[in-house]
């Protein structure tokens, strides 16, 4: 398989997810983003902290 069809079979696998599981791809987003948001938080006050 090539990286082609690596891409096809991973978006087909999101939409079949999405569509069958709503509420679990939407808490998993979420999930995801909070995850960012927290990393970023961490970030900002790793960086506020250097003298």
Do not use: C, D, Q
Not at 16 to 23: F, L
């Amino acid at each position: 398989m090539n990286k082609k069809h690596v891409k096809l079979a991973a978006m087909a696998f999101v939409a079949w997810y999405v569509i069958s599981r709503p509420e679990g791809a939407a808490t998993l987003v979420s999930n995801a983003l909070g995850s960012l948001g927290g990393a970023a938080e961490s970030l900002s006050t790793f960086v506020s902290a250097i003298p």
